[in-house]
């Protein structure tokens, strides 16, 4: 069997644990969310339950991944065979949710297209992306959408050839900066706009009476997509980390990092769409794909805004993407013992046979329907963040409270270095969390078959 591989350096693991939890959660879902559930109480909601719920699940998550030494599947047996079960949750939720990832990144890829041929062209490629029909005509178009998610692909597969050093982690310690900069240079040219600054204060004044139950449950739900958490990438990605690096210190590193992403998506989006049509945030998911392009089409320089937005959203979802394939490889090389390269190639193989059937969900496949609503990619969306993340978080909170016990935890944690949010990690893990996780569990599926509305 091949000897694991690591992350050179603390750092190495910050940026790479960082770019699979900075992905399409923050910079698409992140700002709808807090346009639709009262701006700045969403965002101090949020930021307050990834630093204490967030943090205990990531800390438990990255301890279990290097204290076993394995990837998801295998972890949980290795520290308590009778938890071995957990292992296979964890591991098929990143199966079902890289396959229709990769379509929304191929969406990304044709968006960022449009806008760079416009360039070229005058302002005709920010009018086409605008156009009303654009977006259904894209879904509408099976070889256009193959095509994408073929590259998308492609591209993740050459990245974890490369292996974790050279491929995962060098890939994020370029693009993580990147993002960072491209974020903030949109984020000044959107407050700078007139009328954004109205946006601006929406976002960032919380206002007591836009406090809701469902805003705390939508807040909950948007820190786990956000945070990869309950999805085995941060088990698969503590398995990497060096011993002599201080887990803990990692851990705040990427919630500040996450929830700094997150923030800034919401400046870039909320100002910009308030100075156009504040009536327009309420486009709900369709903010990125649909709203967005209309927006940047009424801008200067909108075909440039439109190339840097779309790159950046790129560079969060290949990084996410990157993520949840090597956790199904790291898989696949633990368990069966096959060389990395072949469990990349066969990986990717099936990966891209399954996002066919998403793809093709919205034309050739588009007659097959879940429970009379979901279509196929948001079916694979429901059973994976509404069903089986909430119910994985659930589980890994019973398995450190019963399976192995809370010191096993803070003793992986003080190998190197402190562990300042020791007691606030006890009562979360043990308490708190399980309690949350159930709410959002409820509400998640309650709101997926139309029975309340969030």
């Known amino acids: 069997m091949e000897k694991r591989n690591t992350f050179s350096s603390g750092l190495g693991f910050v940026l790479a644990a960082a770019g699979s939890a900075v992905g399409l959660g923050n910079i698409w879902r992140f700002p709808y969310l807090a346009a639709k559930y009262g701006g700045g109480m ?16 990531m800390v438990a998550e990255n301890a279990i991944g290097r204290k076993s030494g394995k990837s998801s599947l295998d972890a949980f047996k ?17 199966a079902i949710i890289l396959p229709y990832y990769n379509v929304i990144g191929g969406w990304i890829i044709k968006y960022f297209c449009e806008f760079f041929m416009g360039m070229f062209n005058g302002n005709y490629g920010a009018q086409v992306a605008a156009g009303a029909e654009y977006f259904g005509n894209m879904l509408a178009s099976p070889s256009t ?28 310690t370029v693009l993580m900066p990147i993002l960072v900069v491209i974020a903030i240079v949109i984020s ?31 807040a909950m739900g948007q820190m786990f997509y956000s945070l990869s958490l309950a999805m085995g990438i941060m088990i698969a990605y503590g398995s990497y980390m060096p011993k002599s690096s201080s887990l803990e210190k990692n851990v705040s590193r990427i919630e500040f990092f996450d929830t700094l992403i997150a923030v800034l998506a919401g ?15 309420s486009a709900g998911p369709g903010l990125m794909f649909v709203t967005l392009p209309k927006v940047f089409a009424s801008m200067p320089m909108s075909n440039i805004i439109g190339v840097l937005f779309f790159f950046l959203v790129f560079a ?41 059937l998403p793809a ?44 192995i016990g809370t010191k096993a935890i803070e003793e992986e944690v003080l190998l190197e270095g402190k562990f300042g949010r020791k007691g606030l990690f006890n009562v979360m893990i043990k308490y708190i969390a399980p309690i949350l996780v159930c709410a959002v569990l409820v509400s998640s599926v309650l709101s997926s078959f139309g029975i309340i509305s969030m």
Request: net charge positive; aromatic share 14%.
């Open 188 to 218: 000044v040219y959107s407050i700078l706009l007139p009328g954004a600054m109205e946006g601006v204060k929406y976002l960032f004044i919380p206002r007591i009476e836009n406090f809701s139950v469902m805003g705390v449950l939508a």
């Open 316 to 356: 969060a979802a290949i990084t996410s993407a990157i993520s949840l394939m090597e956790t199904i490889v790291a898989c696949v090389c633990d368990h069966t013992g096959i060389s990395r390269k072949k469990s990349v190639i066969i990986v990717g193989i099936c990966c891209w046979l399954i996002s066919l």
């Open 360 to 403: 093709l969900g919205y034309n050739v496949l588009s007659g097959v329907r879940f429970f009379g609503r979901f279509d196929i990619l948001d079916f694979m969306d429901f059973i994976t963040n509404s069903v089986l993340m909430p119910i994985c978080a659930l589980l890994i909170c019973f398995f450190v409270t019963f399976g």
């Open 145 to 172: 959408l193959i095509i994408m998610q073929t590259i998308f692909t492609l591209f993740i597969v050459v990245v974890l050839l490369m292996g974790v050093q050279k491929g995962v982690e060098k890939v994020s």
């Open 78 to 94: 290795a520290l308590n065979k009778k938890w071995g079960f957990l292992g296979i949750i964890a591991t098929v939720i990143p």
């Open 267 to 281: 400046v870039m989006i909320i100002p910009a769409v308030f100075a156009f049509d504040s009536s327009q945030l």
């Open 42 to 57: 969403f965002l101090l909601v949020y930021i307050i339950l990834v630093f204490t719920f967030g943090y205990a699940l």
